[in-house]
């Protein structure tokens, strides 16, 4: 009988009690990004390509160029090098740089391309983790030109929260790429 009132304490709380408390669904952020339509990009350099009308191309001396995305706070740093009997060398120096993350990247995907009626053989590299820049692409005719090329987001690297603008801008440069152009040398 001593426990009684204890019990009966017991009770009325768990009986009060009757709404469950249940635990709120994670929420996710859906990013929608508008569908992207292009234009091509002439200049007085040995290529020509077509960009995001989104985007923002500034040419910087010996006809590199950075593809700024405002909106996503983004820019593809993009290096031209013109071959000289050093094409191995200049390749070598671009896959260095990509295989740099290694210590912190999950995975890295190459991605290979070729068109042999424009004389266009590529690779993309897609680098998975927190890593300075997720994207990574050259470009050759193999045999005057090298066009490669880096995509750099303006925030500290955290892959899962930039995904979806990794995956938005890839097919941006997957479409760089398709769109390529070398000009005839003169």
Known sequence: MKNFGAY????FILVACGNETLPKPTPYL???????????????CAYSFEISKLAKIKFIKNC?????YPHLKATIYITYRPVE???????????KLTFEHT????AI?????ENLEKRVFGKLYNIEGNVATNIQFRATDSVNHVLSGALYFYTRPNYDSIVPAIKYVEKDITHLIETLEWKKQK
């Open 30 to 44: 859906k990013l929608q990004y508008p569908e992207a339509t292009y234009k091509k990009i002439e200049s007085n």
């Open 103 to 106: 210590i912190k990247a999950d």
């Open 8 to 11: 009966f304490f017991l009770a």
């Open 85 to 95: 009997n050093n094409l191995d060398e200049i390749l070598a120096e671009v896959e």
């Open 64 to 68: 590199s160029a950075s593809i700024e």
């Open 109 to 113: 995907n190459a991605l290979p391309y």
